[in-house]
């Protein structure tokens, strides 16, 4: 095969995983290309204006802006078919600009669903047993009596769910099995049946699930919708004496409100791996609250998820380039607009067909 009929992807300097590469240089119809910043953004982003397929950051803090995909980045990228995100999320990508430019847009979505859910389970042990309080008392030499430190039990306590896609799905799973929660889920995408086959309950009103549940986990993406879904109204609602674990995107919940809900002692506790800023800045004054555990967005970051997130990733752009639409569209609408420019740059069709 001639260099000329590969398909070309970029990704800049580094990929979550040796996976990706190794997965792609199975395939002879694909030709990675890495940018760097060595020689400034232009000479990256004139290499990026080769390729049809850009494989990006999902994280927004790690990806300089003007590798973001929006509408001008796409204007200078009259090359590119499909981007595909390196994660579930897709915050550095904008589905309505990738589809006013006939661009494909895939996350890999599922890939790193058990590692998200154990960690926010984890979350949800630690903060009820209140580790981190017991820590930092122990830490600093003023730990007495064990008993300043009861906690509570997981098992038969009711956990509502914001959302419950894959990540959600596999921690319900691990709740009702492990745990004998009642589980409630606020997903206004997804019907009862649905709900109740994923291993919850369907709960219309999220205000009503929050003065309910003992533990609030979020599981959804960060959408126009979602932004600041968790502000003070939102905390006031939650049950006296409750916790908060987030494992999905920061700007979902107010960090201010938050804090200011941990220090009226309305809330227990909050698990939190995702931030406004990531990292958040050293002097945060969540990350030093006693009742709350901090994590970098490293719930999905295990080998095992890194590496099938970009197998899959690698195993979508191996399928469009041999002309098969990948599982995982974020925005399904475009693929009329993407099967005529795929047919006008490769001089093939494109089509639905495993």
Not at 218 to 239: G, V
Not at 265 to 278: I, P, T, Y
Not at 295 to 300: D, S, V
Request: aromatic share 6%; glycine share 8%; with cysteine.
């Amino acid at each position: 095969m001639s260099a000329a009929d590969r398909f070309r992807i970029a990704y800049l300097i580094r990929v979550p995983h040796q996976s990706f590469l190794d997965t792609a240089a199975q395939d002879p119809r694909l030709e990675i290309v890495r940018m760097t910043l060595d020689d400034g953004e232009e000479a990256a982003l004139k290499l990026l204006e080769t390729c049809q397929g850009y494989y990006v950051k999902a994280s927004r803090d790690e990806l300089p802006k003007a590798f973001h995909v929006n509408d001008a980045l796409l204007a200078r990228l009259p090359n590119l078919l499909m981007a595909a995100s390196q994660g579930a999320g897709y915050d550095t990508i904008d589905p309505a600009a990738c589809t006013r430019a006939g661009v494909l847009l895939v996350n890999q979505a599922g890939g790193n669903a058990e590692a998200v859910a154990e960690h926010a389970v984890g979350m949800m042990l630690a903060l009820l047993k209140r580790f981190p309080e017991c820590h930092a008392a122990m830490r600093e030499g003023r730990a007495q009596r064990r008993e300043e430190f009861m906690g509570r039990n997981l098992y038969g306590k009711t956990v509502g769910l914001v959302g419950i896609g894959n990540v959600g799905t596999r921690t319900a799973a691990i709740l009702n099995a492990a745990f004998h929660c009642r589980v409630l889920a606020y997903d206004p995408y997804v019907d009862a049946a649905t709900v109740a086959d994923r291993g919850a309950e369907k709960v219309d009103d999220l205000r009503a699930m929050l003065g309910q549940c003992d533990v609030v986990s979020l599981h959804c993406p960060l959408t126009p919708e979602s932004r600041a879904m968790m502000a003070a109204d939102a905390f006031a609602a939650m049950k006296p004496g409750s916790v908060l674990v987030t494992t999905a995107r920061g700007s979902i919940h107010d960090e201010a409100a938050l804090l200011a809900a941990l220090e009226k002692g309305h809330l227990a506790g909050a698990g939190l791996d995702v931030w406004e800023q990531e990292p958040p800045p050293k002097d945060h004054p969540l990350l030093s609250h006693p009742a709350v555990i901090c994590t970098q967005h490293t719930a999905g970051v295990t080998h095992e998820s890194r590496a099938m997130i970009t197998r899959i990733a690698a195993e979508a752009f191996s399928a469009f380039a041999a002309g098969r639409f990948p599982p995982r569209i974020i925005n399904p609408e475009v693929k009329a607009r993407v099967a005529e420019r795929y047919r006008a740059a490769l001089g093939r069709d494109i089509t639905d067909q495993a």
